[in-house]
């Protein structure tokens, strides 16, 4: 599947990063948002971050930066933006009613061809495109924040997507140098944000419970199981901690059952335990505009590093 056109419906954070992940495979773009000022910023925010990227080292793709803003261009009348596309990602805010009217819109003007295509985080297929005309041509493309630099892409079917869908979106993701994962079937939370939360939940409780302190605890996974993670998952760290998994399994489960059984209850995200870690977090970074945006762009230069190298070690 090499489509000519790619349409992004949105122009926030997620769709402009989606708009750069296309045009450095060398899709060309249309970028959808309802408003001019907000495509016009869209815009010149991307060409800022491409031409960044060029002088850093990391602009992704053959093309020059120039080559790839050429093919990025915004438009405020949807029928317009999504004509000749071959793939649509809706990227507009995580709220059901307005991505279920955008696709109600989007259902009236397609053909049969083309795939919609929803960045939802968190909202169940079934949800959005159940009753769609289209429905066999609709999935959720779930990626992770900030696209540009994590390559990972959760392909989550309706119960009526047609698989030739899944197919044709599991291609264009490799096409466009992302890294998509088929989920068989929806589930809350889908598979990424399950494992975040289980982690998140944990952690939680363990500065909750006064057994180690909130820096602490975030150096255990970025200086300890994050470094790890980086390159293989939980289920390879297994079988590489031991002759195998099932070797594992002999020699851990009662250990991890004992642990397991341990953890306490979802904890509730607020009160006392919220105030602790967010003093904690707010000393190390305070809630300020300039202080996040600049620890942001710390973090996407880390990614940036990281996904050059992981690039590197594969071609090695």
């Known amino acids: 599947m090499e489509p000519a056109r790619v349409a992004i419906v949105g122009s926030g954070l997620i769709g402009r990063s989606w708009a ?3 045009a450095a ?4 773009v249309k970028l959808y ?5 907000q495509i016009t910023g869209a815009l010149e925010s991307i060409r800022k971050q ?3 990227l060029e002088e850093s080292g990391f602009l992704k793709g053959a093309l020059s930066a120039e080559k790839q803003l050429a093919l990025i261009s ?3 009348d949807l029928k317009a933006a999504v004509e000749g596309a071959a793939f649509i990602q ?4 995580e709220n059901l009613e307005l991505k279920k009217k955008i696709f109600g819109q989007l259902d009236l003007i397609v053909d049969d061809n083309v795939i919609l295509s ?3 985080s968190c909202l169940l297929p079934t949800k959005l495109f159940t009753g769609l005309k289209h429905v066999k041509q609709c999935v959720v493309s779930h990626p992770v924040n900030p696209p540009y630099f994590v390559p990972l892409v959760e392909i989550v079917p309706h119960p009526e997507t047609d698989p030739s869908t899944i197919e044709k979106t599991y291609a264009l993701m490799k096409k466009a140098g992302q890294s998509p994962v088929k989920l068989n079937k929806e589930i809350e939370g889908f598979v990424l944000n399950r494992l975040q939360y289980a982690v998140i939940s944990e952690a939680w409780r363990l500065v909750g419970e006064g057994v180690v302190s909130s820096t602490d605890l975030d150096l255990v996974m970025s200086d300890g199981l994050g470094m790890r993670y980086a390159f293989i998952g939980p289920l390879e760290t297994m079988h590489l901690n031991a002759e195998g998994i099932s070797n594992y399994c002999e020699r851990y489960h009662e250990g991890m059952r004992l642990v397991l059984n341990t953890f306490g209850p979802v904890p509730e995200f607020s009160g006392e335990i919220e105030q602790k870690i967010n003093q904690a977090m707010s000393e190390k970074i305070p809630v300020v505009p300039q202080q996040l945006d600049a620890r942001r762009e710390w973090r996407d230069e880390c990614l ?3 996904a050059k190298l992981k690039k590197q070690m594969k071609s090695d």
């Open 25 to 28: 495979a060398g899709f060309e």
């Open 74 to 76: 915004g438009c405020t």
């Open 33 to 37: 948002d309802i408003v001019q000022q």
């Open 118 to 120: 929803s960045s939802t």
């Open 20 to 22: 750069m992940v296309f």
């Open 90 to 93: 809706e990227c507009t805010p």
């Open 50 to 52: 491409m031409k960044e």
């Open 304 to 306: 940036a590093h990281l």
